[in-house]
């Protein structure tokens, strides 16, 4: 019965390290994604501010 106590504490353990490492994970995920998408978006608005000037010259 002890030793079922203690595998079962051991996989608690071991789960929870898991989900924390996931958690984690998910984290920096996000941070990638958000930085990603600001930079799109900045590219997107130094594109359109380029074509302006382009079009604002050619008049």
């Not at 203690?6 to 924390?20: H, Q």
């Not at 501010?49 to 008049?59: A, I």
């Amino acid at each position: 019965m002890e030793e079922r106590l203690r595998t079962a504490d051991s996989d608690k353990t071991v789960s929870e390290n898991a989900r924390k490492q996931l958690e984690d994970e998910i984290r920096r995920m996000k941070i990638l994604l958000d930085q990603t998408v600001a930079d799109g978006e900045r590219k997107a608005l130094e594109d359109a501010e380029n074509q302006m000037r382009l079009l604002e010259d050619d008049y």
